[in-house]
């Protein structure tokens, strides 16, 4: 395996680590005003995930510096033209970190309410805002022939990226759904285990459907064979659909394993549906960003990749070891292994 195509698998699993941590995150958000009944309710959702909500989001700016170091036409041709996307990204990430930290600071139901929506709107625009981003590198977005992007926020949108921004809130919905059974008590788990069931069937179809898509677009746009992306598309519906199976069966720790294999596969197809390019041009396939084209200098790429093989295993340690010490039902009952 060349530098170049390393530093794409590498920024591809930074990708998956971010949705699959933060997804339940964000589902755990986006579920706050409806399996919360009060406001003792919502803070003990908004406590299980406390320890390490800011943690996971580490691996959303190391994927940012990432591709920034090793593909910097990549970098400055997304930036550039999701600009405004990527706006609305911060917006929502700022009124949701914003939340955890005001919300305790008056017990004025008013207040309370108020920071609790701000937290939901900010865990549905996020992954909104992702999957819309993300599916446009497969789909397709205008750049010229000198790397430039050459559209407007409105060709960001079509049929298939708006409902990759569904699909993608729908699985961290139901994702955050199983996590809360694996970290609550009593009634909470209880409407928590009732809300995962509800979602899992719709989350689970918008995720299939979405993958057989992403397939389809890269067969079509990207001159891809049905392998190999076909391969974590497949991964992918069959972790969602056991997820079902096992929610339904009880088994909301092995549920929640499998929504989060999902996310992982869902990344996993969508950058496999997109090598060796990185940013597919719509005006003409040609000006296509590739690895090879938009790639930094091999020196750089090999200084990098010593650094990334040193401290990738530490953080993971690190974040693993939070994790374990955390493992505790909020409640101070041991979780029960499922």
Same mark, same amino acid.
């Given at each position: ?6 530093? +794409?698998? &590498? ?7 971010? /949705?699959? %941590?933060?997804?339940?995150?964000? $589902?755990?958000?986006? @579920? !706050? ?6 406001? $003792?309710?919502?803070?003990?959702? &908004? ?21 920034? =170091? ?29 939340? +955890? ?26 992954? @909104?805002?992702?999957?819309?981003? !993300? *599916? ?27 409902? =990759?921004?569904? =699909?993608?809130?729908? %699985?961290?919905?139901?994702? $955050? =759904?199983?996590? &809360?059974?694996?970290?609550?008590? $009593?009634? !909470?788990?209880?409407?928590?285990? %009732?809300?995962?069931?509800?979602? *899992?069937?719709?989350?689970? @179809? @918008? ?18 064979? &049905? ?29 929640? *394993? ?11 197809? !969508? +950058?496999?549906? %997109? ?5 597919? *041009?719509?005006?003409? +396939? ?29 953080? /993971? ?22």
């Amino acid at each position: 395996m060349d530098l170049e195509t390393f530093w +794409f698998v &590498l920024i591809s699993v930074l990708w998956a680590g971010y /949705l699959a %941590l933060e997804g339940f995150d964000f $589902g755990v958000g986006m @579920l !706050l005003p409806w399996v919360g009944r009060d406001d $003792g309710d919502r803070s003990t959702m &908004l406590r299980t995930i406390g320890p390490v909500w800011d943690g996971n989001e580490v691996w959303l700016v190391v994927a940012g510096g990432a591709t920034f =170091a090793a593909f910097p036409a990549w970098y400055a041709t997304m930036f550039s033209g999701f600009y405004f996307a990527l706006l609305l990204v911060l917006f929502f990430l700022i009124i949701r970190v914003v939340s +955890f930290e005001w919300r305790s600071k008056s017990e004025s139901p008013r207040w309370r309410s108020f920071w609790t929506w701000c937290n939901t709107l900010g865990s549905v625009g996020v992954p @909104l805002v992702w999957g819309i981003g !993300l *599916s446009n590198l497969v789909h397709g977005v205008p750049i010229d022939s000198n790397g430039n992007y050459a559209g407007d926020f409105i060709d960001l949108f079509s049929p298939y990226t708006v409902f =990759a921004g569904i =699909a993608f809130v729908a %699985l961290f919905a139901f994702h $955050g =759904a199983t996590y &809360l059974t694996l970290r609550t008590v $009593g009634e !909470l788990t209880d409407r928590a285990t %009732l809300a995962a069931r509800r979602l *899992s069937l719709p989350a689970a @179809l @918008l995720a299939a459907a979405f993958l057989v898509w992403t397939v389809a677009v890269a067969m079509d746009k990207n001159e891809k064979d &049905l392998f190999p992306p076909v391969l974590p598309a497949v991964i992918g519906i069959a972790a969602v659909l056991l997820a079902v199976v096992f929610l339904r069966g009880g088994r909301t720790g092995r549920a929640f *394993s499998m929504t989060g294999v999902a996310a992982i596969a869902v990344v996993a197809t !969508l +950058f496999t549906s %997109l090598y060796p390019r990185v940013m597919v *041009s719509s005006l003409d +396939f040609g000006d296509s960003l590739t690895i090879d084209g938009s790639a930094s200098s091999h020196y750089a790429l090999q200084v990098m990749s010593v650094v990334a093989l040193i401290f990738v295993p530490l953080v /993971l340690v690190y974040q693993g070891w939070t994790y374990h010490v955390f493992r505790q039902r909020v409640g101070g009952v041991k979780p029960e292994h499922s």
